[in-house]
């Protein structure tokens, strides 16, 4: 690698795997803020699954809910909201015209809204990443992590940064939403909350 691409690269690292995560965990607070029955299986499963010690790879992996609820936090707030490419050639997708040259811009934000995949679409509902349950669905009818040879390479260690702070709260704290007025969306380069989530602590 030349110098330039070095710092390219460890700066896309640092930018692509901060604020997608960060994001994911507090719109996860907002979701789960008055839906007491989804935070105690949450915590039924972690105290169950979770050794008292910093949990390792392999009780994560037990953590099933966590990892349903999180899915479905992507599939409402997906941090990469919108997904750019550049089309090379004269194409037709679907019966469209590509033009050569387009800007087209693909987002998970909508296609995770659509009735014909999700019905009941702006409904949080874990059970829809339960196993099996997505079997008969479209490949591409979710794809918070884009898809393809350009997947996002951090998806794994994402989800398992999450799942691992996630639980490690949820372990120790109860937790409540402080202001229960409605959150908006902020769609800069990420899906951001329009103001703070403000979360206050106390212990279990
Ligand atoms: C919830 C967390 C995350 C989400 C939703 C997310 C989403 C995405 C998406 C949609 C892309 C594809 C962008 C495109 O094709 O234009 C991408 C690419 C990328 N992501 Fe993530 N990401 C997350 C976490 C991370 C983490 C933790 C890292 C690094 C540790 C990371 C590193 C990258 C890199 C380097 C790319 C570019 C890959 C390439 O172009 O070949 N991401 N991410």
């Keep these: 690698m030349s110098d330039r691409q070095l710092r390219d690269?460890?700066?896309?690292?640092?930018?692509?795997?901060?604020?997608?995560?960060?994001?994911?965990?507090?719109?996860?607070?907002?979701?789960?803020?008055?839906?007491?029955?989804?935070?105690?299986?949450?915590?039924?499963?972690?105290?169950?699954?979770?050794?008292?010690?910093?949990?390792?790879?392999?009780?994560?992996?037990?953590?099933?809910?966590?990892?349903?609820?999180?899915?479905?936090?992507?599939?409402?707030?997906?941090?990469?909201?919108?997904?750019?490419?550049?089309?090379?050639?004269?194409?037709?997708?679907c019966g469209y015209r590509v033009p050569g040259g387009a800007f087209v811009l693909l987002s998970p934000f909508i296609s995770h809204r659509l009735e014909e995949y999700w019905p009941d679409p702006e409904r949080f509902d874990p059970e829809r990443f339960a196993p099996q349950s997505g079997k008969a669905r479209h490949p591409f009818a979710y794809f918070p992590f884009s898809a393809g040879p350009r997947v996002c390479i951090g998806k794994h260690f994402s989800l398992f940064e999450a799942q691992l702070i996630l639980s490690m709260i949820l372990r120790e704290f109860r937790f409540q939403v402080i202001d229960h007025s409605r959150i908006g969306y902020r769609a800069v380069s990420t899906l951001r909350p329009d103001r703070p989530i403000r979360v206050r602590l106390t212990r279990r």
Excluded: C
Excluded at 32 to 45: G, K, S, T, Y
């Design 9 to 93: 690269e460890v700066t896309t690292l640092y930018l692509a795997g901060h604020e997608t995560t960060a994001n994911l965990l507090s719109w996860t607070f907002y979701a789960l803020h008055r839906r007491p029955e989804v935070i105690a299986r949450l915590q039924e499963e972690i105290d169950r699954e979770l050794p008292a010690s910093l949990p390792t790879l392999d009780d994560l992996k037990r953590l099933k809910y966590a990892r349903m609820v999180l899915s479905e936090v992507l599939r409402l707030y997906p941090p990469a909201w919108t997904i750019a490419r550049n089309v090379v050639e004269d194409d037709e997708i």
